[in-house]
């Protein structure tokens, strides 16, 4: 969890400093939410694949299954709601989505294999 908090910093740095400098064209005024929406689905999969780990590995792959689920829900939910309220350029709004969507599953994979090739 550490690693992911540390990579949200990260990203929110690069982030900041993009406006900043006014390099910010590719990024949509609502990243702040979309980096804020994928910090708490990462705190959700922890938290599922830490039960995962500690009841009965054998339920792992359930819980899995359940996080990859739950995130494409919650994903889909959280686009129709900002495409629902009305947002000023939507392309490259879910452009970013689906940026950070790849990135963090990505990290997410990562960590979990190195995690299962520990143990």
Not at 48 to 55: A, S, Y
Not at 64 to 82: D, E, H
Not at 94 to 115: K, W
Request: proline share 1%.
């Amino acid at each position: 969890m550490l690693r992911t908090v540390a990579v949200t910093i990260v990203i929110g740095i690069a982030f900041f400093l993009a406006q900043h400098f006014h390099f910010d064209r590719f990024l949509h005024p609502y990243i702040w939410y979309i980096l804020v929406f994928f910090f708490g689905l990462s705190f959700f999969a922890h938290r599922l694949m830490e039960i995962g780990f500690r009841n009965n590995r054998e339920k792992f792959v359930t819980f899995y299954i359940a996080v990859i689920v739950g995130r494409i829900i919650l994903s889909l939910i959280f686009i129709a709601l900002f495409l629902f309220k009305g947002l000023s350029d939507s392309f490259l709004f879910i452009t970013n989505f689906f940026a950070l969507y790849l990135f963090y599953t990505c990290f997410e994979i990562y960590g979990l294999y190195r995690n299962l090739r520990r143990n």
